[in-house]
């Protein structure tokens, strides 16, 4: 998991091993859902007590080890989690704890009092400081949950794929789609990916989620294959690829394994990788794609034009699509630079042999526009907005009843 170090890195300082561990606390505590921490929280407290009392009370051996549990509940729940652990702390080393078992006496009311002030104090303290870095922590915290619910989500069955058709620019016809997740969380409802992928890209949950994805989609166009898609030999489902997924060593295995389990044609599967992905190792990435590209599979560059040096990289990457982004063809209403933006991207794909496909089409001027400026592929609400697979099913099944009307007349 992401707390510990990659294979082969070695720690040198002691920092370093205090944070491994600070790191892997901070996993255990974030990960265990509310209910089972709270029990935790309370095992921890009753562990101590029964410490305490097997050494032969708080007179004996003071029970430090009960800011241990504090410390662990203010990371997790706060001052307020933080204060309700110090407060039953102060109790249980109290009262409830003879000073010397053996005689059965109680412990003075003021040196219980005096420990659970400090409890309560070093709690807060912590607390504090942590709150200090709230930001980075309520990252992390974020972070670890939205990977821990990733991967229950996926066990238990609450992803599903929809699917936006992809249509041709002079004719309108559908000749592919593109795959997109959605979360039916049993709390938080239907998710969108704005809600989860970006803190599942920070986590390894990112790689099983994106494998669902890819094998999921490719099971289900071989499905449309047999029936609404028989016969049809251009057509494409374009998955979107994460940095970690591309990192992968088994990367390409998986693809190849998927696409043989499915009998899906490689040129069939177009992967879409996002330039933001390539540019921080820039060679490898190229490398990687290339060894894809050579199972058949067809590379699109996902957001076209976003970042800084699009056209500077471009004619190194092994590309077959390029995927110009909404933000440009949201422009087109302005005569001057969307045009000329535009007109130069298509041009360079071309010159590349590359397709262009625009992203967020919305109205009739837009497609039109697009179309005398050489794009080919578009999608976007215009044409139609993700589908249900059932719904897209129809939809495909309709295309074809109407290409067979065509060929009978």
Request: charged content about 20%; aromatic content about 8%.
């Amino acid at each position: 998991m992401t707390g510990n170090f990659p294979p082969g890195a070695e720690l040198h300082q002691p920092a370093d091993r205090r944070a491994v561990w600070v790191r892997r606390l901070l996993d255990i505590t974030v990960r265990a859902p509310t209910l089972i921490a709270c029990e935790l929280t309370a095992l921890g407290l009753l562990g101590c007590w029964a410490i305490s009392y097997a050494l032969g009370g708080a007179a004996a051996f003071p029970p430090h080890w009960y800011y241990f549990v504090i410390l662990v509940t203010a990371i997790r729940f706060g001052w307020q989690g933080a204060l309700s652990t110090a407060l039953i702390a102060g109790v249980l080393a109290g009262p409830l704890l003879p000073a010397s078992v053996a005689a059965g006496t109680s412990q003075p009311l003021s040196d219980w009092l005096t420990r659970a002030a400090f409890f309560i104090a070093i709690g807060q303290a912590f607390a504090l400081f942590v709150s200090l870095s709230r930001r980075s922590l309520t990252e992390e915290i974020a972070r670890l949950r939205v990977e821990r619910d990733v991967l229950r989500g996926l066990d238990l069955g609450e992803f599903r794929i929809v699917y936006q058709p992809i249509v041709t620019l002079d004719d309108e016809c559908v000749v592919g789609v593109e795959a997109l997740v959605r979360w039916n969380h049993p709390v938080g409802g239907q998710l969108e990916p704005t809600d989860f992928i970006v803190p599942a890209e920070a986590s390894d949950a990112i790689v099983a989620l994106g494998d669902f994805v890819l094998e999921e989609t490719c099971r289900q166009v071989a499905r449309w294959k047999t029936t609404a898609l028989h016969g049809i030999q251009r057509f494409h489902v374009a998955v979107n690829v994460s940095t970690r997924q591309l990192e992968d060593p088994s990367f390409r295995e998986r693809i190849a394994a998927i696409l043989a389990t499915t009998g899906i044609h490689p040129a069939w599967l177009h992967l879409e990788v996002t330039e933001t992905a390539l540019i921080a190792d820039f060679d490898a990435a190229c490398a990687r794609l290339s060894a894809i590209r050579q199972l058949g599979v067809r590379i699109a560059i996902d957001d076209f034009g976003t970042g800084y040096s699009s056209l500077a990289y471009l004619h190194r990457l092994p590309v077959d699509v390029v995927k110009i982004d909404r933000s440009f063809v949201s422009g087109l209403s302005d005569p001057g630079r969307a045009h000329v933006i535009l007109e130069l991207i298509t041009g360079v794909a071309n010159r590349l042999a590359a397709t262009t496909l625009a992203e967020g089409v919305e109205s009739a001027q837009d497609a039109a526009r697009l179309l005398e400026l050489g794009c080919e592929l578009a999608q976007g609400f215009y044409f139609d907005g993700p589908l249900e697979a059932e719904a897209m099913y129809e939809r495909l099944m309709a295309a074809a009843t109407s290409r067979r009307d065509r060929a009978r007349s």
